[in-house]
């Protein structure tokens, strides 16, 4: 079945980064692959940890043949163990030939233990209201009322993602009217309620799935 075809593909790519069966055990239980517990399952859970952890640093490693790009969004959301995987990983800076691109909040920091690595590090402000505006219209095709567009801003901050989901979001419940050749909140509509976060405004999209979507 197309499970097992999927499966057999993922251990054979795996397999080509020369891993040991120990490794490739260790791969196969993070995918929640089946496989035959035969080294990996009777390990401590430290000792596992280790393993895992250096088997993706081989894995990373493998890739530094080529020029490769390895991009890790919204570190500000990511466990303990995920950091602690990242700094066995980039230890001792050798991972020749890949870019590494970390994005997270501003408010987001982590006493990496590894920096032998470059790093240079890009802060990225807001959009502003004007920039905002322009970047929603590649969503709309057409431009939002200046009243409209001014409250999606102040609701998103000038976040460019929440902006634009918040927008599709308006445009998927009717909210956003098109008028004149611009979208324009209804103005029958004002008790409507704009979500104040992404997290909200999921979660709202969510709810209003069919049942067996949800499922």
């Known amino acids: 079945n197309v499970h097992r075809e999927i499966s057999s593909s993922l251990v054979s790519e795996l397999q080509g980064f020369g891993l040991s069966p120990m490794e490739l055990e260790s ?3 993070i995918l929640s692959m089946r496989y035959k517990s035969t080294l990996f399952d009777v390990l ?3 000792k596992k940890k280790i393993i895992i952890f250096l088997t993706l640093k081989k894995i990373m490693l493998g890739f530094a043949n080529e020029k490769t790009i390895f991009v890790i969004e919204d570190l500000h959301g990511a ?3 995920s950091l602690e995987a990242l700094d066995v990983i980039l230890a001792n800076g050798q991972l020749p030939n890949i870019l590494m691109i970390k994005t997270h909040r501003k408010e987001f920091s982590h ?3 590894s920096l032998d690595v470059e790093e240079i590090r890009l802060h990225l402000e807001p959009l502003d209201k004007n920039a ?3 970047y929603l219209e590649t969503i709309t095709r057409i431009p939002l009322e200046e009243k409209s ?3 999606i801003y102040t609701k998103s901050s000038g976040n460019p993602l929440f902006a634009g989901e918040l927008t599709k979001s308006l445009l998927d419940t009717k909210t956003l009217e098109k008028i004149n050749n611009t979208y324009v909140l209804q103005k029958d509509k004002d008790s409507v309620v704009i979500p104040d976060s992404i997290y909200s405004l999921l979660a709202s999209r969510i709810d209003a799935l ?3 979507a949800k499922e």
């Open 27 to 29: 791969m196969k239980s």
């Open 44 to 46: 401590p859970p430290e």
């Open 79 to 81: 466990d303990e163990l």
């Open 111 to 113: 006493p990496w233990k």
């Open 132 to 134: 905002l505006g322009n």
């Open 149 to 151: 567009l001014a409250q």
């Open 210 to 212: 069919p049942k067996f």
